[in-house]
């Protein structure tokens, strides 16, 4: 099966960074997510990592290391729009599907 | 817009009926995944289709049965609802197995 790990509640503030952490165990592993939830409506697609290493996209970065099974997301410049879910979620070749963690709630204040 | 279509977008039934609940996948997605999000909870996925077999199940109950149309439409049934059934239902669409998932705007049900 898979298990992944995050932490359930986050708060920064406006204009500060943040690194949310995601630890999973998956046997064949085929790529970690990041969504993006605000309260009531749909995940948003936000990131995607395969192999090693840091993806910047914009404010929002994410790093990955799959011999540690740990990925994070890093959010710059903290705007209050950013108070919302972020799910991490894995990939498996076996399961075929993306299982999803249970979410970080980030709360932005100012 | 993701291109994931839902409906409807609310449902309020009483215990012990049938409803469905119905989503279009984006144009050219074969993959379609169901999505139970409880008040406050994470996703948990019920199941999974793949140009019209199932390919993956969840914890999904004896009560709630899916399927995928040959035109890639799916739809999941929920039946003898209890009143924790009520949750945001949410359907997502991916272009292959293994990539990112596009979400619709879910289908609140209440169950009173």
């Known amino acids: 099966g898979q298990n992944i790990d995050q932490p359930t509640e986050m708060t920064a503030t406006e204009g500060a960074i943040v690194q949310i952490n995601c630890t999973y165990q998956t046997s064949g592993f085929n790529g970690l997510f990041w969504y993006q939830q605000h309260a009531g409506e749909a995940p948003t697609f936000l990131s995607y990592?395969?192999?090693?290493g840091l993806e910047e996209k914009g404010r929002f970065s994410s790093f990955l290391s799959r011999s540690k099974g740990y990925s994070y997301l890093l959010l710059k410049e903290l705007q209050m729009k950013d108070s919302a879910s972020y799910l991490c979620?894995?990939?498996?070749?076996?399961?075929?599907?993306?299982?999803f963690g249970d979410g970080t709630t980030l709360t932005v204040k100012p | 817009d993701s291109g994931v279509t839902q409906t409807p977008k609310h449902l309020i039934t009483a215990t012990g009926q049938r409803v469905t609940l119905r989503c279009s996948p984006r144009?050219?997605?074969?993959?379609v995944y169901w999505y139970q999000q409880s008040l406050d909870q994470g996703l948990q996925f019920l199941i999974q289709?793949?140009?019209?077999?199932?390919?993956a199940k969840g914890n999904i109950l004896e009560r709630f049965s899916a399927q995928q149309f040959p035109d890639l439409h799916s739809e999941l049934n929920l039946s003898s609802l209890e009143l924790g059934d009520s949750a945001l239902y949410f359907c997502a669409s991916s272009a292959h197995r293994g990539t990112e998932a596009f979400f619709g705007q879910g289908t609140r049900l209440t169950v009173v």
């Open positions: 289709y793949y140009n019209g077999e199932e390919r």
């Open positions: 990592n395969v192999l090693d």
């Open positions: 979620a894995v990939g498996s070749t076996n399961a075929g599907k993306s299982t």
């Open positions: 144009s050219g997605d074969l993959s």
